[in-house]
C-alpha cells in the first residue's frame, strides 16, 4: 500500500520536477536574443584585440561545439542529457580550458559543509528553543527573545551578511573577511589548519545560522503555542507529568513533525541564501564560483551548477519526503 | 473574518507593531515622494564635489560619484518600492487565478497546478532568476526587473489561497449558492473574494518585501541597469568604491539601513494583518494578555 500509494507518485513527481527544471536550464539561454558564441567574440574584439577572418570562422565552429550549440534543438537537447548523466558540463571561459566540473567539485566541499552544519545547527536549536519559549510563552524571556527575532528574521541574507561583515571584519576586526583558509596555506589534518578553517568559516557560518534558526524559531513557537492549548497537553499536567517530558517528548516532538515537511519546503531556499552569503565574504564555495561565472559571462559554468543544485536539492527533498514517515507513527501505517 | 474596515483598522493600530511599521512605512513613503522635488537628476555624475561629508547644503554627504547621498537615497527608495509594487500585484493576480481554479476546480488542474507551484517551491528559484535576468540583461528596468520576480513569487501564496478556498468549498453557503443557481463567476467574485482578499493582501507584504531583497541581491551581482538608482544598485556603487575600505560610511549605511527600516517596517504590517487574521492566534493574544 506504502509503495503504490506514495512511494511510486513521489518517485515520479521527483523525475517531473528534475525533467522540467533541466529542460528549462537547457531552453533559457536559447532563447536569448543575442548569441553566445557572437557574444564571447565581441567580447574578445571589444578589449581590443585583432582577429583575422579566417580565424574567426574557426573560432565561431570551436566556440560553438563546446557551448553545445551545434545541430538541431533535439540533438543538442539529447546531447545535453547525454553530457548531463556523465556529468560533463563542458569547459569554462572563466578559466579556459578547466572543465567545470573541476571547478564544481573545487568548490563543492566548501558549500558542502557550510550548508549542512549551518542547517543542521539552525533547524535543531531553532526549534528546541522555539518550542521551550512557545511553552513558556508568557514568561518574560520568551517574550524578550521572541522581540528580538522580530527584527532579525525579516532581513535578507545579503543585507545581514554585510551586516556582519562589517562589524567584525571591519569594525572590530576579530575576523577575517574573505577566503576559506588564509592564503598560502596548504590543506593538511593539521590543529592549525582546521582552526584556521573555522575562524574563516565563522561570520559566513554565523550569518545563516541566526538566519536560519531565527526563522525556525518563530515556526515553531507558532506550533507549539497551539499544541498548547491542545487536551493532551493539560491532561499531562493535571495528571503530575513532569515538565521537562511534557515539553519534550510530547510537545516539541509533536511540533517538529511539520518542521521536517517545512525544511524539505524551504531546501531550495536555503541554498539560495548559502550562495549569497558566500558571495559577500568571498567564501570558496559553489556562490562565489557562481559570482565568478556571471560577471564573466560564462554560460556552462552557470548551467553546470544550476543544474546540479536542481538534482541536489531535489534528491534532498525527496530524501526527506521519504524519511518523513519513520518519524510520524500516524503516517507509517496508513 | 468579513469585518468593517473602521473597526478592522482600529483593532490593527492597537497593535503596537502595526503602529510603528505604519509610521516608518510612511516616513519611507514620504522620501520617495520627495524624489519628485529633488533638484538634481539622478543619472548625472558628478554634479557636486566627491566625497564630503554631511553638511547643511549635502544633508547625508555626497558619494565618491559626486552625487548627493540623500537626494539619490530618495530616488532608490522610489524605484524599490516600484519593483516590488510591480512584482507583487502580478504575482498577486497570478496566485489569486491559480489557487481560484486549483481549490474550486480540484481534480486534474488541482493536481496539474499544485505540481507546479511544488517544483517552483523545490527549485533553488535565485539561481533560474539569475539565469533569467542575465538573458534579459540589457533590458533590465525597474519594471522588467518586476516582471521577472513577479513570475516566480506566486507559488507559495497560491497554496495559501488555494487552502482557504478548500475550505470556502465546504461550508453549507457554497452549496446553498450552487443550489440556488448562482454561477460560479459570481459564486467566486461575490462570495470567496471578501475571504480571499485580506490573504492577497497580506501575502502581498510579504512579497514586497522578498521582492525587494532579491532585487538587492541582483543588483550586487552585477545583473541590474546600473543607471537606475535602486536601494540594491546603490548600495553596488558604494561596494564598487569600496566604501568600506575607505570608510564612507554615510554613502554605504544610507541603502543598508533604509532597506533594513523597509524590510521590518514590512515585516511587522504582515505578522499583525496576518495575526488579525487568524482566529487561533487571535483568540490567544485576546485571552493571553
Redesign the interface.
Given at each position: 500500500m506504502f509503495i503504490r500509494n506514495y512511494l511510486i507518485p513521489r518517485l515520479l513527481q521527483y523525475f517531473l520536477v528534475i525533467f522540467l527544471g533541466i529542460t528549462i536550464v537547457f531552453f533559457i539561454p536559447r532563447m536569448a536574443p543575442t548569441n553566445p558564441v557572437e557574444r564571447t567574440i565581441a567580447e574578445i574584439r571589444s578589449r581590443g584585440t585583432y582577429l583575422d577572418p579566417a580565424y574567426v570562422q574557426q573560432m565561431v565552429d570551436a566556440l560553438t561545439e563546446m557551448y553545445g550549440l551545434s545541430g538541431s534543438w533535439l540533438q543538442q537537447y539529447k546531447d545535453f542529457w547525454v553530457r548531463l548523466s556523465t556529468g560533463d558540463f563542458g569547459v569554462s571561459f572563466f578559466q579556459f580550458p578547466t572543465p567545470v566540473m573541476t571547478l564544481i567539485k573545487r568548490a563543492l566541499p566548501w558549500t558542502v559543509g557550510l550548508l549542512f552544519t549551518t542547517t543542521v545547527f539552525s533547524w535543531l536549536f531553532g526549534n528546541i528553543v522555539g518550542g521551550i519559549a512557545g511553552y513558556a510563552h508568557n514568561r518574560r524571556w520568551s517574550k524578550l527573545l521572541d522581540g528580538i527575532m522580530m527584527f532579525i528574521r525579516p532581513i535578507p541574507y545579503y543585507v545581514f551578511a554585510l551586516g556582519l561583515l562589517i562589524l567584525f571584519g571591519y569594525v572590530y576586526r576579530k575576523f577575517p573577511i574573505a577566503g576559506g583558509a588564509s592564503i598560502g596555506r596548504t590543506p593538511s589534518f593539521t590543529l592549525s589548519y582546521i582552526l584556521d578553517v573555522l575562524r574563516h568559516a565563522f561570520l559566513p557560518a554565523t550569518s545563516l545560522a541566526v538566519l536560519g534558526a531565527a526563522s525556525w524559531f518563530q515556526t515553531s513557537k507558532l506550533i507549539v503555542q497551539n499544541v498548547n492549548a491542545e487536551d493532551f497537553v493539560q491532561y499531562a499536567q493535571l495528571g503530575g507529568v513532569k515538565e521537562s517530558r511534557i515539553i519534550f517528548r510530547y510537545i516539541i516532538r509533536n511540533a517538529m513533525l511539520p518542521q521536517i515537511t517545512n525544511l524539505a519546503l524551504s531546501l531550495g531556499q536555503i541554498l539560495s541564501g548559502a550562495l549569497i552569503t558566500e558571495i559577500v565574504f568571498s567564501y570558496p564555495g559553489l556562490g562565489n564560483l557562481l559570482y565568478s561565472a556571471i560577471s564573466t559571462g560564462d554560460y556552462n559554468l552557470i548551467m553546470g551548477i544550476i543544474s546540479l543544485s536542481i538534482v541536489a536539492i531535489t534528491t534532498l527533498v525527496l530524501i526527506v519526503d521519504l524519511v518523513y514517515p519513520l518519524f510520524d507513527p500516524r503516517i507509517r501505517y496508513k | 473574518m468579513v469585518m468593517p474596515l473602521r473597526s478592522t483598522l482600529k483593532e490593527l493600530f492597537r497593535d503596537y507593531?502595526f503602529l510603528c511599521a505604519f509610521i516608518v512605512l510612511c516616513f519611507l513613503a514620504a522620501l520617495a515622494v520627495l524624489s519628485f522635488f529633488s533638484p538634481y537628476d539622478p543619472t548625472v555624475w558628478y554634479y557636486a564635489p566627491r566625497d564630503l561629508r554631511p553638511s547643511a547644503q549635502h544633508i547625508l554627504g555626497t558619494c565618491s560619484r559626486g552625487q548627493d547621498i540623500f537626494w539619490q537615497a530618495t530616488f532608490s527608495i522610489r524605484n524599490s518600492l516600484v519593483i516590488s509594487v510591480v512584482a507583487g500585484l502580478i504575482s498577486r493576480i497570478i496566485a489569486v487565478v491559480v489557487g481560484l481554479v486549483a481549490g474550486y476546480q480540484g481534480g486534474k488542474a488541482d493536481r496539474l497546478l499544485m505540481?507546479i507551484s511544488?517544483?517552483f517551491?523545490?527549485?533553488?528559484?535565485?539561481?533560474?532568476i539569475?539565469?533569467?535576468a542575465?538573458?534579459i540583461r540589457d533590458k533590465m528596468n525597474i519594471f522588467t526587473t518586476g516582471l521577472l520576480l513577479a513570475v516566480f513569487g506566486w507559488a507559495w501564496d497560491a497554496r495559501v489561497i488555494r487552502s482557504q478556498v478548500l475550505s470556502l468549498r465546504e461550508r453549507e453557503f457554497t452549496k446553498t449558492a450552487i443550489l440556488s443557481g448562482t454561477r460560479t463567476l459570481e459564486l467566486v467574485f461575490k462570495e470567496y473574494m471578501p475571504y480571499i482578499t485580506p490573504l492577497a493582501f497580506s501575502t502581498l507584504i510579504n512579497n514586497m518585501?522578498w521582492a525587494i531583497?532579491?532585487e538587492?541581491?541582483l543588483s550586487?551581482?552585477?545583473?541590474t541597469n546600473m543607471d537606475i538608482p535602486t536601494l540594491g544598485t546603490t548600495?553596488k556603487w558604494a561596494l564598487n568604491y569600496q566604501a568600506?575600505?575607505m570608510?564612507r560610511w554615510n554613502w554605504?549605511l544610507t541603502p543598508?539601513l533604509l532597506?533594513?527600516l523597509l524590510?521590518?517596517a514590512?515585516?511587522?504590517l504582515s505578522?499583525s494583518i496576518s495575526e488579525y487574521l487568524d482566529p487561533?492566534?487571535r483568540v490567544?493574544r485576546v485571552g493571553?494578555e
Open positions: - | 507593531r505540481f511544488d517544483g517551491l523545490v527549485i533553488p528559484l535565485f539561481l533560474i539569475v539565469m533569467l542575465m538573458l518585501s531583497g532579491m538587492m541581491t550586487i551581482v552585477g545583473l548600495l568600506i575600505l570608510r554605504l543598508v532597506s533594513v524590510f521590518i514590512l515585516y511587522w505578522v487561533r492566534t490567544q493571553g
